[in-house]
């Protein structure tokens, strides 16, 4: 079982910033993939960062350059920093943790982004 912590959500301006952080607990051996999805009003939640133990990281097109995904491997905590923030970031952010010898995937509680002026 994993237990997934975001924070860092919030309302922020075009052009801002926000940080986003994730911290992992619970029992697991450890954790492969650490990743953020969002999902806006009526649409399907989308992969937006997601970065390996490796440090092997995918990024969504739409913010490439914007985003940055890192990881903590000590502290099974994974951030997402976002720059230049658009409206249509606007959405509930989502942890996703992939651990090693377990076939399941475990989401956090999610986390509101709002980009408004």
């Known amino acids: 079982q994993v237990q997934l912590v975001e924070s860092g959500g919030g309302l922020v301006q075009p052009g801002g910033s926000l940080r986003l952080s994730c911290a992992a607990s619970g029992s697991f051996v450890s954790i492969y993939a650490m990743g953020w999805y969002r999902q806006a009003p009526g649409k399907q939640r989308e992969l937006v960062a997601r970065i390996t133990s490796g440090g092997g990281t995918d990024y969504a097109e739409s913010v490439k350059g914007r985003f940055t995904i890192s990881r903590d491997n000590a502290k099974n905590t994974v951030y997402l920093q976002m720059i230049s923030l658009k409206f249509e970031d606007t959405a509930v952010y989502y942890c996703?943790?992939?651990?090693?010898?377990?076939?399941?995937?475990?989401w956090g509680q999610g986390t509101q982004v709002t980009v408004s002026s």
């Open positions: 996703n943790a992939e651990p090693r010898r377990d076939p399941r995937e475990y």
